[in-house]
């Protein structure tokens, strides 16, 4: 069952007695979470009737003592258990689920893994609950859902303003969510989302970033990539080298498997994982370099990445060590 299918049945009314959100993307499980908590009791009913416990503080007992309670002044009690993963015990949680009261809605939030699918708990809330299991988003899904997300709010994000927030944040839908909220409550009565409001709001620089330079590294601009590279070394928390590093891997691994991939450019991006709207970048890059000068540049960006945490080299500063490495593999 998806996110959107859970909250819509909660918004008719239409309730399971016991609901799992587990798994890697804390996003959806706070999303679902906090709805329990403020949507589906009103104000009143949820002053009797709401129970709120967190894994690492919970005794299993007391949490299943609140279910087995029966509502005030209202047909539904809510039960949330919050970071249930902390939970000593969990399993004993069992009892309860195996025969819940229809009265009581539970609500558990289980992150960062799953359940066991072989235990009897996972056999249990799969036969008596609602269980939603999430997962990390893959990087070339990221830009997408981001855009989706900005234009559920009503807005519209231009290609630039979605790439640069990607980019800076990375896998973060949490974050992406609340720097997106940021820009809107500054943006008035516009509905379009700009790379100078990204730049504004949320505090990247629209010429000097991750993105900027892996364009330039690209295309072998020697002279704006070093510039950037300047710009990082006045900035050091504006892209430290533990950022700039993977993602330069990341695109020129992307690149290095277009030589593989055989099809049209949806074949390709499936093949890659190259986001379609960026496969004519990929490609040019891969056409300045050749398959022996992206080979070249993954074995330089390995080898800088270890003199950056200190294997081979004693103390170099991490600006000339990306002004060396893209000097080499632009040469």
């Known amino acids: 069952m998806s996110v ?84 000593k015990d969990i399993d004993k949680l069992e009892s309860y689920i195996n025969n819940p009261l229809s009265s009581t809605i539970f609500v558990v939030g289980h992150k960062e893994k799953k359940v066991d699918g072989r235990s009897k708990l996972a ?51 949490s974050r992406i969510a609340n720097e997106v909220d940021k820009v809107i409550l ?16 949320v505090g990247i620089s629209k010429e000097y970033n991750v993105f900027e330079l892996q364009n330039a590294v690209g295309k072998k601009n020697l002279a704006k990539a070093l510039q950037i590279v300047q710009y990082f070394e006045s900035n050091p928390k504006a892209a430290p080298i533990q950022l700039i590093l993977p993602s330069l891997y990341s695109y020129f691994s992307k690149v290095f498997m277009l030589f593989g991939a055989q099809g049209d450019d949806k074949a390709v991006a499936a093949q890659t994982g190259i986001n379609a709207w960026f496969m004519k970048d990929y490609k040019a890059t891969a056409s300045v370099y050749g ?38 593999m632009m040469m």
């Not at 919970?58 to 039960?79: I, T």
């Not at 799969?126 to 939603?132: C, D, N, S, T, Y």
């Not at 170099?316 to 060590?321: G, I, K, R, W, Y």
């Open 4 to 87: 959107t299918k859970i909250l819509n049945d909660w918004k008719k009314k239409s309730f399971k007695p016991v609901y799992w959100f587990e798994g890697e993307e804390d996003f959806y499980i706070d999303q679902l979470v906090d709805a329990a908590e403020h949507h589906i009791l009103s104000e009143a009913e949820a002053g009797f009737n709401l129970s709120v416990f967190y894994g690492k503080d919970a005794a299993w007992s007391d949490v299943v003592n609140a279910c087995m309670r029966y509502p005030m002044f209202s047909d539904k009690q809510v039960v949330i258990l919050k970071e249930a993963q902390q939970m």
């Open 123 to 173: 056999k249990l809330l799969k036969e008596k609950g609602e269980v939603l299991s999430t997962k990390k988003m893959y990087d070339n899904e990221l830009p997408a859902w981001t855009q989706d997300f900005i234009e559920s709010k009503g807005y519209q994000p231009t290609q630039k303003a979605v790439h640069l927030l990607v980019d800076h944040i990375g896998n973060d839908l």
């Open 186 to 201: 500054n943006l008035g009565n516009r509905k379009t989302i700009t790379d100078d409001d990204i730049e504004n709001f």
């Open 291 to 328: 398959f022996e000068g992206v080979q070249s540049a993954l074995l330089l960006m390995h080898h800088y990445n270890l003199r950056s945490v200190g294997v081979g080299d004693v103390g170099t500063e991490d600006a000339s060590l990306l002004k060396e490495m893209i000097y080499k």
